[in-house]
Every structure is written in structure tokens, then in C-alpha cells.
């Protein structure tokens, strides 16, 4: 190869030219194998059948029961013919598409602008306004239907608004889905929006193209990825969705409550692996068209790109603060109506601002202790949570050998996206329920809530864990080989003090969802496990509205103070962990 001079020395010399220590040392420790590998690779080969045993497993459990009957024989496809066959059943499918369908349609076009604002106007309160729309993740996703019962119930606040239609039934189910899944939209929408070339816009500008021809020529081409994963993500979500549909869906079925029915009401646990199936369908198909478009998403990006800066325009950023305020004010009047009805003695009859909810509702009746339950399994999913997925990811991102075993974790990791929590939790119950399963003693206790829950929500935080640590140099591992530093020890003094913002975020995430989740556990608690969500979900179908009010303003309020925790430890505990960065 050519020297500076111009210049080429011979490969021979190249080969005999000593090289330098370090390098010789490096070279070792990439060829030789330490004990402390022979620790790795029983770690990664325990993830690996971890994930086997609590994902895979429970799902091919369901597989089988699909295709076979009460008394285990092989039918084959026979429970599918018959299901599809039941025209009440039938229904329930076009029941479940239509509603997608229409929460899709609404939401992504509100979103949208929400986070075209947000990004592309000079409008003031912008982090305000971003933190406001955050607050239906805050709270399980049936407290909205409890609130727009109140609003446009029977006896509701606003019912002449719908012209004497009923809000139970699809108007209901379809509203409260918007509410529940504007937030996961608009996260995507405002990431997509804000990896705009900011070049292009100027290119625009310098010609003369008008606003609205920006919009459509560069705006909406280079979101385009973002605006189809938001709709996956909406109308997956709003399919596989069960709380919403038990509160104020009525007499309007879908297939979510058909497995809920077949499942505790009937028994029938063979044709609920058939409409389980069925949920999966469409979770699977969202999961590899959103697999295939964040590849190309990827290739879009330019390393040359300016991020984009708005500038003032008094007209557009005053109709975007009045949209942005409206939604926002929408928002707080949801969750506003759920606090309050926690509050009142007898709605609508006494409207009296009375603590009963709270005390003889939840404290003197018991139920307060699913919401300590609640906060238990939070604790639980956090501390194994976090070990678990960011110490699996870190195995297969950072450590040597077993190359093999790598992409099966990789794959399995992925696996629970595409996995509705209702299907994952009735698999637990096949699979863990059997009586030649070893580990059926799993089944009723705390510990199978917080293994569901953690493969429930394993492929986000993984993929948040390996986010962080591609930023890292695979030098700090091939160093710490080098010198024989165990694997453990570079983990523990440099990758988590470097991670320690992702571990932060994933410990929040974790935590919001064992609080709020109710899809993946109301198949597998028992009388000394009830969770917070799930009390709150019987406590309505009882027609205790102000005790399921109360539960649910208690777990908005405690996962509101897990934010705030948060937002305060990245900005103390980090200044101490992250010190190096400002070096």
C-alpha cells in the first residue's frame, strides 16, 4: 500500500515488522478465552432459555390448544371453521376492525398537528404543552371510560351533545381509545418530525415555495415512515386494548372481550386460543410492516443533515397555541371529570365534596390493598426489570464468544412487540397451569405477575438498553480483555455509570406500566395478588364508579410522582454519574 512518500513497502516487510506491545496484548486477549468468558456464555445461554421458557413456550402453548379439544385430541382447524361460523362471533371481528379502523383515522391527523406544532412553530409553552399530552399514559386506559361515562353517560354532564346517541357501545369504545393512544402517536409523530433536513426548507424558501407546498412536497414525504408506525402503533393497540371495551363497549363486542368471556365466564380455554390466535394476527402483520419500514427509515438518513429551525409567524403560531391548548385542555377535562367523581358522595344526586371514596371505598372494604400490591409488583418489575433486560442486553452487545446464541436472543427480544398482553397471559395460564409443568407452583403468585409484566414490556426497554450502549467504544471491552479485567467489573465501573440516563428511563417505563397494565395480569392474579388496575376494573363492574375513580386518581398520582422523581434524579444523580462528560 502507498506510504506518504508515494511509496510502497513490501507486504513481507509488513508481516515481519514487529508490533507494538499494546497491540500484541489486545491481539491475545481477542484470541485467548478467560474464566471469566466461561461466566458470560452460561449467562447469555440462561437469557436465552429464560426467554424460551417465558415467552416462547406460553405462546406455542396457545398454538397447540388451538388445534385440539376440551379432551386434547387433534382437530386441526375445526374451532377456527366453527368460531367464524357463529355470526355473533363473526361480528365480533368486524366490530374489532371497524373500531381500529376509525380511532386510527382520528388520531394519527390529530397528532399529527399536535407534533407539527410542536416542531415546526415559535408558539409559546411548548414543553408545557408536550408534558400535558403525556397524561393518559399516566393512568390504565378504562379510567378515560369511567370519565366520558360521566360526561355523556345516562346521567352524564354533556349527554345532549350526542343527540341521544348512547356513549356505550362503539362511540364510547372509539373515543376513549383516542384519548388512551394520542400520547404513543404523538411521540412518534414528533421524533419523525424532528429528523427533518433542515437544508430542504431552506432550498424552499429561497425559491418561493409556499407553506402549504413545503408541506406536501418535503413535510409529509419525509414523515411518511413516522405517520405509518404511529398507525400501526394506534391500531394495534386499539385492537388488542381490553379495559376500554369492558367499561363502556355495552352490548358492542370485539375480540378482546370475546377471549376475556370465553375465558372467565366460559371456561373454554381451547376457543379461547382461537380468538388469541386471532389478536395476534394483526400484531404480528404491524410488527414486521413497522420492522420493515424502520430499515428503510434508517437508509434515509444523512449525515450531512441541519436540523430544522422555525421561524415566527404570529398567524400559524397562534392558531397552533389554540389547538395545542384545546387538546390539552380536553386532555386535563378527562382526567379532571375521573379525579372528581373520586371526590363527590353520590353522583349526580349529591354532589357534596366528600373523602368516602377513599376511606370507606378502598381503605375500610380492602380494596387499598391491590393498590399496595400494585406498587409491589412496580418495585419488583423495576429491580428485576432492569437487571434482566439491560444485563441481557449488554451480554449480547458487549461480550465475546457464543456467537451463535446471539441473534436467538436478538430475535426472541423482539418477540413480546408483537405479542398482545391478553394473548401472553392466557398462554401463562395454559402453559404454567399444566400439571406436568415443574413450575406450575409459578401460577397465582406475585412472582408470575412480574415475569408477565417484564416480558410484557421486554422489546421497548431492550431496545432502549441497546441504544445506549452502541454509543459506547467496544474498546473499553477489548481493553479490559486485554489486561484480564472481568467482564462484571467493566459493567459495573464504566457501561452502567455511561447508561445510567437509559437505566433511569427504562426503570420509569417499567414502573408506569406494571402500575397501569391490566391486559397481561387480569388472567393470572389471585385473591392475594389483585393489582390496583385490575381492583379498579371490578370495582366498575360492580357500579362502585367513586371507589374505581379513587383507585384510578391513586395510580395516576403515583406514577406522576415516579416522573417527578425522575426528572429530578437526571438532573442530581446524573451530575455526579456524568461528570465525564463535561471534562
Given at each position: 500500500?502507498?506510504?506518504?512518500?508515494?511509496?510502497?513497502?513490501?507486504?513481507?516487510?509488513?508481516?515481519?515488522?514487529?508490533?507494538?506491545?499494546?497491540?500484541?496484548?489486545?491481539?491475545?486477549?481477542?484470541?485467548?478465552?478467560?474464566?471469566?468468558?466461561?461466566?458470560?456464555?452460561?449467562?447469555?445461554?440462561?437469557?436465552?432459555?429464560?426467554?424460551?421458557?417465558?415467552?416462547?413456550?406460553?405462546?406455542?402453548?396457545?398454538?397447540?390448544?388451538?388445534?385440539?379439544?376440551?379432551?386434547?385430541?387433534?382437530?386441526?382447524?375445526?374451532?377456527?371453521?366453527?368460531?367464524?361460523?357463529?355470526?355473533?362471533?363473526?361480528?365480533?371481528?368486524?366490530?374489532?376492525?371497524?373500531?381500529?379502523?376509525?380511532?386510527?383515522?382520528?388520531?394519527?391527523?390529530?397528532?399529527?398537528?399536535?407534533?407539527?406544532?410542536?416542531?415546526?412553530?415559535?408558539?409559546?409553552?411548548?414543553?408545557?404543552?408536550?408534558?400535558?399530552?403525556?397524561?393518559?399514559?399516566?393512568?390504565?386506559?378504562?379510567?378515560?371510560?369511567?370519565?366520558?361515562?360521566?360526561?355523556?353517560?345516562?346521567?352524564?354532564?354533556?349527554?345532549?351533545?350526542?343527540?341521544?346517541?348512547?356513549?356505550?357501545?362503539?362511540?364510547?369504545?372509539?373515543?376513549?381509545?383516542?384519548?388512551?393512544?394520542?400520547?404513543?402517536?404523538?411521540?412518534?409523530?414528533?421524533?419523525?418530525?424532528?429528523?427533518?433536513?433542515?437544508?430542504?426548507?431552506?432550498?424552499?424558501?429561497?425559491?418561493?415555495?409556499?407553506?402549504?407546498?413545503?408541506?406536501?412536497?418535503?413535510?409529509?414525504?419525509?414523515?411518511?415512515?413516522?405517520?405509518?408506525?404511529?398507525?400501526?402503533?394506534?391500531?394495534?393497540?386499539?385492537?388488542?386494548?381490553?379495559?376500554?371495551?369492558?367499561?363502556?363497549?355495552?352490548?358492542?363486542?370485539?375480540?378482546?372481550?370475546?377471549?376475556?368471556?370465553?375465558?372467565?365466564?366460559?371456561?373454554?380455554?381451547?376457543?379461547?386460543?382461537?380468538?388469541?390466535?386471532?389478536?395476534?394476527?394483526?400484531?404480528?402483520?404491524?410488527?414486521?410492516?413497522?420492522?420493515?419500514?424502520?430499515?428503510?427509515?434508517?437508509?434515509?438518513?444523512?449525515?450531512?443533515?441541519?436540523?430544522?429551525?422555525?421561524?415566527?409567524?404570529?398567524?400559524?403560531?397562534?392558531?397552533?397555541?389554540?389547538?395545542?391548548?384545546?387538546?390539552?385542555?380536553?386532555?386535563?377535562?378527562?382526567?379532571?371529570?375521573?379525579?372528581?367523581?373520586?371526590?363527590?358522595?353520590?353522583?349526580?344526586?349529591?354532589?357534596?365534596?366528600?373523602?368516602?371514596?377513599?376511606?370507606?371505598?378502598?381503605?375500610?372494604?380492602?380494596?387499598?390493598?391491590?393498590?399496595?400490591?400494585?406498587?409491589?409488583?412496580?418495585a419488583y418489575v423495576v429491580a428485576s426489570g432492569i437487571v434482566l433486560i439491560f444485563g441481557s442486553a449488554y451480554l449480547v452487545e458487549?461480550?465475546?464468544?457464543?456467537?451463535?446464541?446471539?441473534?436467538?436472543?436478538?430475535?426472541?427480544?423482539?418477540?413480546?412487540?408483537?405479542?398482545?398482553?391478553?394473548?401472553?397471559?392466557?398462554?401463562?395460564?395454559?402453559?404454567?397451569?399444566?400439571?406436568?409443568?415443574?413450575?406450575?407452583?409459578?401460577?397465582?403468585?406475585?412472582?408470575?405477575?412480574?415475569?408477565?409484566?417484564?416480558?410484557?414490556?421486554?422489546?421497548?426497554?431492550?431496545?432502549?438498553?441497546?441504544?445506549?450502549?452502541?454509543?459506547?467504544?467496544?474498546?473499553?471491552?477489548?481493553?479490559?480483555?486485554?489486561?484480564?479485567?472481568?467482564?462484571?467489573?467493566?459493567?459495573?465501573?464504566?457501561?452502567?455509570?455511561?447508561?445510567?440516563?437509559?437505566?433511569?428511563?427504562?426503570?420509569?417505563?417499567?414502573?408506569?406500566?406494571?402500575?397501569?397494565?391490566?391486559?397481561?395480569?387480569?388472567?393470572?392474579?389471585?385473591?392475594?395478588?389483585t393489582l390496583a388496575s385490575v381492583a379498579l376494573l371490578n370495582l366498575e363492574a360492580e357500579g362502585k364508579i367513586g371507589p374505581a375513580?379513587?383507585?384510578?386518581?391513586?395510580?395516576?398520582?403515583?406514577?406522576?410522582?415516579?416522573?417527578?422523581?425522575?426528572?429530578?434524579?437526571?438532573?442530581?444523580?446524573?451530575?455526579?454519574?456524568?461528570?465525564?462528560?463535561?471534562?
Amino acid at each position: 500500500m502507498p506510504d506518504g512518500g508515494g511509496m510502497s513497502r513490501p507486504a513481507s516487510t509488513l508481516g515481519a515488522m514487529p508490533l507494538p506491545a499494546t497491540a500484541n496484548t489486545a491481539a491475545a486477549g481477542r484470541q485467548q478465552s478467560h474464566w471469566h468468558d466461561r461466566i458470560a456464555h452460561g449467562l447469555l445461554l440462561l437469557v436465552c432459555a429464560g426467554l424460551a421458557v417465558f415467552l416462547l413456550m406460553p405462546v406455542l402453548t396457545i398454538l397447540v390448544q388451538s388445534v385440539q379439544d376440551k379432551d386434547g385430541a387433534f382437530v386441526g382447524l375445526r374451532q377456527f371453521t366453527e368460531y367464524m361460523a357463529t355470526p355473533a362471533l363473526r361480528q365480533s371481528v368486524f366490530n374489532t376492525l371497524l373500531v381500529a379502523v376509525s380511532v386510527t383515522l382520528l388520531v394519527i391527523p390529530a397528532a399529527f398537528t399536535f407534533a407539527y406544532a410542536l416542531t415546526r412553530s415559535m408558539m409559546p409553552f411548548k414543553r408545557f404543552f408536550r408534558t400535558l399530552s403525556l397524561i393518559p399514559i399516566l393512568a390504565p386506559s378504562l379510567l378515560a371510560a369511567i370519565s366520558f361515562i360521566q360526561w355523556f353517560g345516562t346521567q352524564g354532564v354533556l349527554k345532549g351533545l350526542l343527540g341521544g346517541a348512547s356513549i356505550y357501545g362503539p362511540i364510547g369504545i372509539i373515543i376513549s381509545e383516542c384519548y388512551a393512544v394520542f400520547p404513543h402517536a404523538l411521540m412518534i409523530l414528533i421524533t419523525a418530525l424532528s429528523l427533518a433536513d433542515g437544508r430542504l426548507y431552506e432550498v424552499a424558501e429561497s425559491l418561493g415555495t409556499s407553506r402549504l407546498r413545503k408541506f406536501h412536497t418535503i413535510t409529509l414525504p419525509g414523515a411518511k415512515y413516522g405517520l405509518i408506525s404511529a398507525a400501526l402503533v394506534v391500531f394495534t393497540f386499539t385492537v388488542n386494548d381490553f379495559g376500554v371495551p369492558k367499561v363502556i363497549g355495552g352490548d358492542f363486542n370485539v375480540l378482546a372481550i370475546d377471549v376475556y368471556q370465553l375465558v372467565i365466564g366460559q371456561q373454554n380455554f381451547n376457543k379461547g386460543a382461537v380468538v388469541s390466535l386471532l389478536l395476534l394476527l394483526p400484531a404480528l402483520m404491524a410488527f414486521a410492516v413497522d420492522f420493515t419500514i424502520r430499515r428503510k427509515l434508517q437508509s434515509q438518513l444523512s449525515a450531512r443533515a441541519v436540523p430544522f429551525v422555525p421561524k415566527p409567524h404570529r398567524m400559524f403560531d397562534s392558531l397552533m397555541f389554540c389547538y395545542c391548548a384545546t387538546v390539552c385542555l380536553l386532555l386535563l377535562a378527562v382526567l379532571g371529570m375521573a379525579v372528581y367523581t373520586s371526590f363527590i358522595k353520590l353522583w349526580p344526586y349529591n354532589l357534596t365534596l366528600v373523602w368516602d371514596h377513599y376511606y370507606f371505598g378502598l381503605v375500610q372494604d380492602g380494596i387499598l390493598e391491590s393498590y399496595f400490591n400494585s406498587l409491589r409488583l412496580a418495585a419488583y418489575v423495576v429491580a428485576s426489570g432492569i437487571v434482566l433486560i439491560f444485563g441481557s442486553a449488554y451480554l449480547v452487545e458487549k461480550t465475546r464468544g457464543m456467537d451463535a446464541a446471539r441473534p436467538v436472543i436478538r430475535l426472541l427480544a423482539m418477540l413480546p412487540m408483537g405479542v398482545p398482553g391478553l394473548v401472553l397471559g392466557l398462554g401463562y395460564i395454559m402453559f404454567f397451569n399444566h400439571p406436568a409443568n415443574p413450575l406450575g407452583f409459578l401460577y397465582g403468585s406475585m412472582a408470575i405477575l412480574v415475569l408477565s409484566t417484564v416480558v410484557h414490556y421486554f422489546t421497548s426497554s431492550y431496545l432502549t438498553a441497546v441504544t445506549a450502549l452502541k454509543a459506547i467504544d467496544n474498546e473499553f471491552e477489548a481493553v479490559s480483555a486485554s489486561l484480564k479485567v472481568p467482564f462484571y467489573k467493566t459493567f459495573m465501573r464504566v457501561t452502567v455509570p455511561v447508561c445510567l440516563p437509559a437505566i433511569l428511563d427504562i426503570g420509569r417505563y417499567l414502573f408506569i406500566n406494571a402500575m397501569t397494565t391490566i391486559s397481561a395480569v387480569v388472567f393470572l392474579y389471585s385473591p392475594d395478588t389483585t393489582l390496583a388496575s385490575v381492583a379498579l376494573l371490578n370495582l366498575e363492574a360492580e357500579g362502585k364508579i367513586g371507589p374505581a375513580a379513587a383507585m384510578g386518581t391513586l395510580i395516576v398520582l403515583t406514577s406522576a410522582i415516579i416522573c417527578l422523581l425522575y426528572a429530578l434524579a437526571t438532573r442530581v444523580l446524573l451530575k455526579k454519574a456524568q461528570r465525564w462528560r463535561r471534562c
